[in-house]
């Protein structure tokens, strides 16, 4: 008899206990990976998070064909694809991971009703989150908790999580596969890159490998005892934007994949904490893993959560529509160089800092050029590695004051906030070589400098990278004026109490500290 552990998140070996529960059938496992065509039709997947899958799923089928398996990547709709493999492998049991979002639910719905029509056994496992995503809705009297302070007492009053399972190293005999003709047979082997549509090419050197392999180095090698003062100390606005090397884990998209489970990783840290006073939710790295299981939670239990329209709460504001701005702001061209690096790192290496997230979001929408949020989370979901549908919309919502967050007068500065932690600029340097030669005064502002010094440094703003396309200090002033009459137009979706975040302190804005108006958030230092 044959059993099916279909993979899908969940690309690991270490806790996984849809795979687990098949050990003990005894039958002979089939894993599976489904290159759905859903996904290249409608998900925005740019080259550099393809390679990253097929990195993934490389390493994943190295690492079972050690055991005396294989990973089959079957192409075609999981409508198509189940109906056949039931028939020709004989499959008895099937098992997966749960997944929480929209289309994976109704798939899932799909599958299961094939196998129940055919009396095949189907289960699935909860381990891409820490907890069952309804719980904490049924903890809180049948309300999804809107508010971080509100998730974290949820947490509290939950208790712990279930513990990871350890790592599948070997296979029983009678679990591996028996069939010499499917080992071997190349129709099923994990795609190319030119399969995936990626001209190798034309894509950027690979920094962060995907893989549960590489996954569980990283995480080994950062949340250990080793780097435990690090791990204790850390706070998540105090670390880097703009810095040469990530200031950050880079765990992001190890755990989208789910090639390392978050559960691990929270018992990594557990460990490390143990040995001494550690940083606290909501800027720790435990305070991370809540963040994720929050907009999880938020995701799963909000209709049309990745978008404005008929979504319960998000604020309905009547953005512009530019595609000229958008263009711009997406290929790095705004002219203000500290948005325009962050945009050049995206979309070259498929990950930037969480500020600077926080810096180009605000830009794109109410910050600068008033633009929905919808259209940043499109690009996001085509350039970031760990792009994830709860945690982009979420963020997306939070960072244009849509959901969550409302101090809509809380501007980020494209000019002082990048200073704060790279004076000298040598993050746009890196990544706008145009402008390397431009002397520190006007690194982050070189449409200010004389154009004496701008064809000194080999670059005339307007002629070699453009002049600013808007005018940060009054445009800003402008769209705090138009969020306002926003809030004021509409109600505000009932949140429990309002949001704080340190990253959005006037301090960490580029700010001065004094009892502000609100149009002195808006102000060009």
């Known amino acids: 008899m044959v059993s099916v552990h279909w993979f899908r998140k969940g690309l690991r070996l270490h806790d996984n206990p849809a795979l687990h529960s098949l050990l003990a059938l005894n039958h002979e496992i089939r894993p599976i990976f489904i290159l759905d065509p859903w996904f290249v039709k409608n998900a925005n997947v740019g080259p550099n998070r393809w390679r990253f899958l097929q990195q993934v799923l490389t390493d994943l089928d190295r690492q079972l064909r050690a055991m005396g398996s294989r990973l089959f990547v079957l192409r075609g709709s999981p409508s198509q694809i189940f109906p056949?493999?039931?028939?020709?492998?004989?499959?008895?049991?099937?098992?997966?991971?749960?997944?929480?979002?929209?289309?994976?639910?109704?798939?899932?719905?799909?599958?299961?009703?094939?196998?129940d029509a055919r009396g095949?056994?189907?289960?699935?496992?909860?381990?891409?989150?820490?907890?069952?995503p309804e719980?904490?809705?049924?903890?809180?009297?049948?309300?999804?908790?809107?508010?971080?302070?509100?998730?974290?007492?949820?947490?509290?009053?939950?208790?712990?999580?279930?513990?990871?399972l350890p790592k599948i190293s070997q296979l029983p005999s009678e679990c591996q596969i028996k069939d010499q003709k499917l080992l071997q047979s190349v129709e099923y082997n994990v795609p190319t890159l030119r399969e995936l549509g990626v001209n190798e090419s034309e894509i950027s050197p690979c920094l962060f490998p995907g893989g549960e392999t590489e996954?569980?180095?990283?995480?080994?090698?950062?949340?250990?005892?080793?780097?435990?003062?690090?791990?204790?100390?850390?706070?998540?606005?105090?670390?880097?934007?703009?810095?040469?090397?990530?200031?950050?884990?880079?765990?992001?998209?190890?755990?989208?994949?789910?090639?390392?489970?978050?559960?691990?990783?929270?018992?990594?840290?557990?460990?490390?904490?143990?040995?001494?006073?550690?940083?606290k939710p909501p800027v720790s790295l435990l305070g991370q893993l809540y963040w994720r299981e929050f907009f999880y939670t938020c995701g799963y239990n909000t209709p049309n959560?990745?978008?404005?329209?008929?979504?319960?709460?998000?604020?309905?504001?009547?953005?512009?529509t530019n595609p000229e701005y958008l263009a711009a702001w997406k290929e790095g061209r705004t002219g203000y160089p500290f948005i325009d690096a962050i945009m050049t790192q995206l979309k070259t290496e498929g990950w930037i800092h969480h500020l600077a997230r926080h810096s180009v979001a605000c830009f794109l929408t109410r910050g600068d050029l008033y633009l929905s949020w919808e259209?940043?989370?499109?690009?996001?979901?085509?350039?970031?590695l760990?792009?994830?549908?709860?945690?982009?919309?979420?963020?997306?919502?939070?960072?244009?004051?849509?959901?969550?967050?409302?101090?809509?007068?809380?501007?980020y500065s494209p000019v002082a906030f990048g200073k704060k932690t790279d004076k000298n600029g040598e993050y746009i340097r890196r990544y706008l070589p145009v402008l390397r030669k431009f002397p520190v005064q006007y690194i982050y502002e070189p449409w200010t400098a004389p154009l004496s010094v701008q064809r000194a440094a080999g670059c005339v703003i307007g002629v070699d990278y453009p002049k600013p396309i808007v005018d940060h200090g009054v445009i800003s002033k402008i769209n705090i004026g138009r969020m306002k009459k926003a809030y004021g137009s509409n109600s505000s979706p009932k949140i429990e109490h309002q949001q704080k975040r340190k990253a959005t302190s006037d301090k960490d804005l580029g700010r001065k500290t004094k009892k502000p108006k609100i149009t002195d958030f808006a102000k060009k230092m």
């Open 375 to 384: 259209e940043g989370m499109k690009v996001f979901e085509e350039y970031l």
């Open 305 to 320: 959560f990745d978008q404005m329209k008929d979504n319960k709460i998000c604020k309905q504001i009547d953005w512009d």
């Open 386 to 411: 760990d792009a994830d549908w709860s945690l982009n919309a979420g963020n997306w919502m939070w960072l244009s004051a849509s959901a969550f967050f409302h101090q809509y007068f809380r501007v």
């Open 135 to 164: 719980v904490f809705v049924a903890r809180n009297n049948g309300a999804t908790p809107l508010t971080y302070q509100k998730f974290c007492s949820l947490v509290d009053a939950i208790g712990k999580p279930p513990s990871a």
């Open 84 to 115: 056949e493999i039931m028939s020709t492998w004989n499959v008895k049991h099937v098992s997966y991971e749960f997944d929480t979002e929209p289309y994976a639910r109704q798939r899932d719905r799909d599958v299961t009703k094939m196998s």
């Open 215 to 279: 996954g569980l180095s990283r995480l080994e090698s950062l949340i250990s005892e080793k780097n435990g003062k690090w791990v204790r100390n850390f706070e998540k606005p105090k670390t880097s934007p703009n810095s040469l090397q990530p200031s950050t884990t880079v765990l992001s998209p190890y755990l989208k994949f789910g090639c390392v489970s978050v559960r691990t990783m929270l018992e990594r840290l557990r460990s490390v904490y143990a040995n001494g006073p550690h940083s």
């Open 120 to 132: 095949i056994k189907i289960e699935s496992h909860i381990s891409h989150t820490l907890y069952d």
